[in-house]
Nanobody, 126 residues
Framework: QVEVVESGGGLVQAGDSLRLSCAAS????????VGWFRQAPGKEREFVAA????????YYADSVKGRFTSSRGNAKNTVYLQMNSLKFTDTAVYYC???????????????????WGRGTQVTVSS
């Protein structure tokens, strides 16, 4: 069983940056595919970004492309989501999800992931 925990959320102003972290137990986490999803009030959960095992490939939603970057930390058991030029519309609860497969067939699909964190709130004031 893998426990996934997000951190780094908070209240920022539009245009600011924020870095989310996704930490997980398990020695093999560096090989796991990791995805980031978000859910705003009254909206469905949506895909944000994903990174393959060992960080060889990354994927982004069009809405965040060029502003968000997902990377794997040197500690091997942490994945980051660097969020720059934040917009009011980025306000949501952000979730980290992980799967033991190196690369997923559809990394933007929530059903691909086995393990989920409880989420961290990101609020961007306009």
């Amino acid at each position: 069983q893998v426990e996934v925990v997000e951190s780094g959320g908070g209240l920022v102003q539009a245009g600011d940056s924020l870095r989310l972290s996704c930490a997980a137990s398990g020695r093999s986490f560096s090989r796991y595919a990791v995805g980031w999803f978000r859910q705003a009030p009254g909206k469905e959960r949506e895909f944000v970004a994903a990174i393959s095992g060992r960080g060889t490939s990354t994927y982004y939603a069009d809405s965040v492309k060029g502003r968000f970057t997902s990377s794997r930390g040197n500690a091997k058991n942490t994945v980051y989501l660097q969020m720059n030029s934040l917009k009011f519309t980025d306000t949501a609860v952000y979730y980290c999800a992980a799967d033991p497969r190196w690369i997923l067939g559809q990394p933007s699909e929530a059903a691909e992931y086995d393990y989920w964190g409880r989420g961290t709130q990101v609020t961007v004031s306009s």
